[in-house]
């Protein structure tokens, strides 16, 4: 009994390993599985341990194996923050903050959290009917008098705010809004994208692939410009099709602050279990200084709020 169990906990950490070292994200229920890689852990550890109960020494190599792949891809993927650009003197830089705000339910907390903190740049996913009454309400409008807010209700609705003058750009198309500007960053010209690809569902990883692609398209032609892409992924580093858009040069912030594994979904596990599908991504020459998961009440999502410099 004890080598059947250690023999199916190997195949079922086995497939997504080996997809995950083909650069592929496989069919469902693989990427959903990938999401939680570093929790891999867990089972491959019970499989070394019923496999040596069991005198197994195939099944112990296997667990040795599966153990190792998982601990190799544990490293964060991505570059780290440039030496001293925390000391590096810079005349431009600002706050911005990402939330999925689950069809509106944290808009108290976003709301809380834009008068305390005073983000210049917000990106707002999930943004019903209320939230966008909110965002255009008088204090808001003040404080932010230059936004964009499309879609329609539920987890369709994105807002883009800023205090900076926006240029509103296409939509990176998708089912749920997703809006993009340039904004004139004390006469900087920045792109700023909200990024709310569909989830990966057992039965809509086409989709899921499909508006990911969109996402790389976008930061593949983003110019020469400085590009910020700010939102909910629903997908980590864990996901080829994350890591596709990495590798047109974009940077994740939370890996450059060192908290790439800190999950941000689901809020009522994190941070102790979850995946980080939530993130800022930023081009050179943009380079994070400090950074901060906040927890909302209302949302099943984390927020991120960054400290960015230009240079």
């Avoid at 309400?137 to 800023?162: C, F, K, N, V, W």
């Avoid at 940077?251 to 596990?269: C, E, F």
Wanted: proline letters at 9%.
């Amino acid at each position: 009994m004890l080598a059947f169990l250690a023999g199916l906990f190997l195949l079922v950490l086995s497939v997504p390993l080996a997809l995950r070292g083909a650069d592929l994200d496989g069919p469902s229920p693989v990427p959903q599985l990938l999401a939680f890689l570093p929790w891999f852990l867990v089972p491959a550890w019970l499989a070394l341990l019923a496999a040596a109960f069991a005198r197994r020494p195939v099944l112990l190599v296997w667990a040795v194996a599966v153990l190792g792949a998982t601990g190799w891809y544990l490293q964060p993927y991505g570059d780290d923050a440039p030496s001293g650009a925390k000391d590096r003197p810079s005349k431009v830089r600002f706050r911005v903050l990402t939330a999925n705000l689950e069809f509106g339910g944290a808009t108290p907390a976003l709301l809380d959290t834009l008068r305390r903190e005073r983000p210049q740049i917000v990106s707002v996913q999930e943004c019903d009917h209320t939230c966008a009454k909110a965002l255009r309400s008088r204090g808001i409008r003040e404080a932010y008098p230059h936004r964009l807010i499309t879609g329609g209700d539920g987890a369709d609705g994105s807002a883009l705010l800023s205090v900076y003058p926006l240029r509103s750009e296409r939509e990176v198309p998708g089912r749920l809004s997703m809006p993009g500007a340039v904004a004139d960053v004390h006469g900087r010209s920045v792109r700023i994208q909200v990024a709310h690809p569909m989830p990966p569902e057992l039965r809509g990883l086409a989709t899921w692939r499909r508006e990911l692609g969109a996402l790389r398209a976008y930061a593949e032609r983003r110019g020469d410009l400085p590009t910020i892409m700010a939102g909910d992924f629903n997908s980590s580093q864990d996901h080829a099709a994350f890591r596709a858009i990495l590798d047109t040069g974009m940077h994740d912030a939370a890996r450059m602050l060192g908290q790439s594994r800190t999950p941000t979904w689901p809020s009522l596990t994190a941070p102790p279990l979850g995946a980080q599908i939530d993130h800022i991504l930023l081009s050179e020459p943009l380079v994070p200084v400090d950074g901060r998961f906040l927890d909302y009440p209302g949302t099943d999502h984390r927020a991120f709020l960054a400290d960015i410099k230009l240079f």
